[in-house]
């Protein structure tokens, strides 16, 4: 097998899954002081134990090493610990915690937060739309509950439940939509007014708690527009999907669609035998369902709706059944989207809090952002930026003083309120308007969707209208789909002029960047990178910046674009929060050279905060009266005497909802294989990628190997093409080594769809454990000199053992301090402590290491003293040796004494 050189240095091994990304804390990051605050390793795992309990959220808690993220942790039962499998080479410097981009391991003293500029005020109230979907419908409801025998999905141990509350129209004639309501993941057990140990099944003295419940408002507007609604429960999901690589997508499909297909069940042969509820409530039209989903509930109907259209592959599908329902389209709460993988082909809305506490980079927004270039779908994709609310007060389950079980605001500060988000702000929404809000925009999708009313698209697709229903709420939208076509998508085709140029969305160069690879908003909506691949290639924009108005900037797509039939060319826009009054006047240019004003433009920065995800696009329109057929060109002139703007998109839009038809496009899995190493011999396996349907494509794999080193190029599926080649040699031998990882992840670039997006081949180990012993466990040495432990390996191995030693405290002897060892020795091992003031090794961050290469039979771990001119006892070191998971290396505590000379 292949040799690679390991460093001198500490080194874990960490197995990380892939669904990654996002809960809260500031974005600053001062060095943590000590080691024991919190981390330890035991048992082959690397753990984190807080101070507090951390609530239960969609954004995944990841543990990262400086800019490294290590992978998504294992939640203890406390709701307090946290713990990830080591298991093969990865360098390991400063250990932090996040969730959706932000630090939850500490809290940021107010002096190192940045200064912010103002707040601006939020912008005006928006015209009224000509129909208010928040407005009750004639019906009269009736609620009630089924709770059906417990089922086994492919990926849990445990069974998950399958219970529903059912708000139902009374009266309604005939068959009757069906919405389906999908929460997130939230704490699962509890016991009276306390959080009960999260673990499923909940412990025989708790509760599970009711999320399901908590979207009763908007079921009840919904049945009384006629719609048969049902919301689903999810609590053995979320108490098992912390295991799942894509954090439960797959499952909450499965749920969704054994949900559906019960209801299916009773709209036919099975009615007689239907819970009470559902024998009280019309029967549903399967062919006419909207999916409902909050956060990571959206990636799961998401999921479900590209499982009905393309199935997942059978070994993991949980609901191998015929699919016998239609979904019309979705909306979605503060969704996840790990994998970066929506269905282009179903309407959707996507709500983006702009107080989200919990997915605070808002990664919902790739819901629309990456069906761009997937293919020419007419499907409308909504993104709608709430200013004030939350992500948990959408469900009155997750909202405190509404909810039974304890509950949380998931926005936080420190330091003194937040003037964007904190209650009792000007911006701030109350539960009840944030709720009231929501089921307002629920209703309006479902308008649009199911019942194909065009009079409230308005309120989705970036025309500016408001539903007063939702007053006093701020929400702004900007779309793509629809009756759009595309004019320019920023590339390196584009030819610019003025003060433009091409950025990189996804880059940590900063003369690359669209925004400064520093800034924690280089990483967060549009910019959000998938699975934390920094750069990301073939993401851009256009960054316009100026410093006088009335000098054009003009960007030209590669080829002329017909408008013919357009009325508008609509321009998704960013500029930096809390500016104001940035003005533009807008041209375009026709294949004969001649320049057509078409008006003049104003964009105001979403009020935010470093608290706050606010570099979000805004749609601005302006008329095409006047304009060439072809356009070869626009000119955006800056009427304001400075500025920055970043351009997504350029579109020629027209009104109306074209009618849009769910099609089966190819779709690629990625699977997982293990393989044994063997002895002898070379073998090539293939990691398994399936690719099912009859169409083509193109779709960015990406493979990584255990120490990090990465690759990513385009593979092009051809029509009929059911597999994509990954080869993977593997070389037999009889030397030990640590487990080989190759990890492949899949994203869809044009005609596809990707379903499991990660997975790739494991080499396992087959050959004899070297027995690794320690000459002395205890040594001693005078200031000065080294305290030297030394490691012996009895055979050879591949790419040498390694493990690492943390101190901890002596038990009743002084302690060795900063100021007794190698000052530049010590910032190296703790990655930039201070040495002063002095104290204690164990309350730092010292991280020692053993090494013994493949050749050598030894490795040590030392520790340089120096000489001080203070007359002292002996002091102590102790050392406790961590392990990787299958190493050979034992985890025993090391002692040393200085003696003074």
């Keep these: 097998m292949r040799r690679y050189l390991m460093a001198a240095t500490l080194t874990v091994a960490l197995v990380a899954g892939a669904a990654g990304p996002a809960t ?100 005006g109230r928006q015209p009224a739309a000509a129909v208010d979907p928040g407005v009750a419908g004639p019906y009269r409801q009736v609620t009630g509950e089924y709770a059906l025998p417990d089922v086994k999905l492919p990926e849990f141990p445990e069974k998950v439940e399958m219970r529903a509350v059912v708000v139902a129209p009374v009266g309604a004639s005939g068959v009757r939509p069906l919405a389906l309501f999908l929460h997130g993941r939230h704490a699962f057990c509890y016991r009276g007014d306390e959080y009960g140990p999260q673990q499923w099944p909940c412990p025989a003295d708790a509760e599970p708690i009711p999320s399901h419940r908590g979207y009763l408002q908007a079921q009840r507007l919904l049945a009384s527009q006629g719609y048969l609604t049902v919301s689903i429960s999810a609590n053995g999901i979320n108490g098992q999907d912390w295991a799942a690589e894509d954090g439960g997508a797959q499952a909450r499909s499965d749920l969704v669609r054994l949900h559906l297909a019960k209801w299916a069940d009773w709209t036919g042969a099975g009615r007689a035998g239907a819970p009470g509820i559902v024998r009280a409530a019309p029967r549903a ?21 590209m499982d009905s259209l393309t199935p ?33 082909d179903v309407p959707a809305v996507t709500i983006l809090p702009g107080c989200d506490g919990d997915v605070y980079d808002q990664q919902g927004q790739l819901f629309v952002d990456e069906t761009r270039d997937i293919g020419d779908s007419r499907a409308l994709r909504s993104a709608l930026y709430m200013i004030g609310a939350n992500h948990n007060f959408f469900n009155t389950e997750w909202t405190p003083g509404q909810s ?193 004003r078409l008006g003049a433009v104003r964009v105001d920065g979403l009020p935010g905060t470093e608290y706050t995800t606010s570099y979000w696009a805004q749609e601005v329109r302006v008329p095409l009266r006047g304009a060439p057929a072809r356009i070869t060109a626009i000119e955006i002139t800056p009427r304001t005497a400075d500025g920055r703007a970043w351009l997504l998109d350029a579109w020629a839009w027209r009104p109306g909802t074209p009618p849009t038809r769910a099609s089966a496009p190819s779709r690629v899995d990625i699977g997982a294989l293990e393989v044994q190493e063997g002895d002898s011999g070379t073998k090539t396996y293939e990691t398994p990628v399936s690719v099912t349907g009859g169409g083509g494509g193109t779709v960015r794999l990406y493979v990584t190997d255990d120490l990090g080193n990465s690759r990513s190029w385009l593979a092009t599926v051809r029509p009929g093409q059911r597999s994509i080649r990954i080869p993977v040699e ?121 090494f013994i290469p493949p050749d050598a039979a030894t490795g040590d771990i030392s520790v340089p003293t120096i000489i001080d001119s203070i007359d002292e006892p002996d002091e102590w070191i102790e050392l406790q040796v961590y392990n990787p998971s299958a190493g050979p290396v034992p985890e025993v505590v090391l002692t040393g004494v200085v003696t003074n000379g």
């Design 24 to 123: 809260a804390a500031p974005p600053a990051s001062p060095t943590p002081g000590s080691v024991s605050e919190g981390w330890s390793t035991a048992g082959g795992e690397l753990t984190w134990r807080s101070d507090k309990r951390v609530p239960i959220g969609d954004a995944a808690v990841e543990f990262w090493s400086d800019d490294r993220r290590l992978g998504p942790a294992r939640p203890h039962p406390d709701g307090r610990t946290f713990s990830l499998a080591l298991d093969g080479p990865a360098p390991l410097g400063e250990l932090t915690v996040r969730a959706g981009g932000r630090r939850i391991d500490e809290d940021v003293p107010p002096a190192t937060r940045r200064a912010a500029p103002p707040v601006v005020a939020p912008p």
């Design 285 to 305: 039209d399967l062919s006419r369902v909207f999916l409902v989903g909050h956060s990571r509930g959206g990636e799961g109907v998401s999921r479900a709706a």
């Design 312 to 344: 997942p592959p059978a070994s993991r599908d949980g609901y191998p059944g015929r699919v016998r329902w239609t979904i019309r389209g979705m909306l979605l709460i503060g969704p996840t989207l790990f994998g970066h993988n929506p269905v282009p």
């Design 404 to 596: 039974v079980a304890p509950s949380n605001d998931d926005f936080a500060t420190v330091g003194g309120p937040d003037p964007v988000c904190s209650p009792g702000t000007a911006t701030r929404l109350t539960a009840t308007q944030q709720q009231t809000a929501g089921a307002t925009y629920i209703a309006a999708a479902a308008r649009l969707f199911v019942a194909g009313d065009d009079r409230v698209r308005p309120l989705l697709d970036g025309s500016g209208r408001r539903a007063p229903s939702a007053d006093p709420a701020r929400v702004l939208s900007h779309a793509l789909g629809g009756n759009r076509t595309p004019l320019l998508t920023p590339d390196p085709s584009t030819r610019l002029s003025g003060g433009a140029r091409i950025c990189d969305q996804v880059s940590d160069d900063p003369e690359r960047s669209c925004l400064d690879p520093e800034d924690p908003n280089a990483l967060l909506a549009h910019f959000v990178p998938f699975l934390w691949t920094v750069p990301e290639p073939d993401r851009y924009a256009a960054a316009l910046r100026w410093s006088a108005a009335g000098r054009p900037i003009r960007l030209s797509p590669a080829r002329p674009v017909a408008v013919a039939g357009a009325r508008d060319l609509a321009l998704r826009v960013i500029v930096p929060p809390n500016t104001t009054d940035t003005r533009f006047d807008v041209a375009v240019i026709g294949p004969d050279g001649r320049r057509s």
């Design 730 to 850: 593997v070389v037999g031998d009889t030397v030990w080594n640590y487990t080989e990882q190759h990890t492949l992840a899949a994203k869809a670039e044009r005609g596809l769809v990707v379903g499991g997006y990660v997975g790739g081949l494991a080499v396992l180990n087959d050959d004899p454990v070297p027995a690794i012993d320690v000459e002395s466990t205890s040594v001693r040495a005078a200031e000065g000199e080294l305290l030297t432990w030394r490691f012996t390996s009895s055979a050879p191995t591949e790419v040498g053992i390694f493990a690492y030693a943390l101190p901890q405290v002596p038990a009743d002897r002084p302690e060795l301090s900063t100021t007794d060892v190698d000052p530049e020795w010590f910032t190296m091992f703790t990655g930039g402590d201070p040495v002063e003031p002095s104290r204690p090794l164990s309350q730092t961050w010292l991280a020692t290491s053993v």
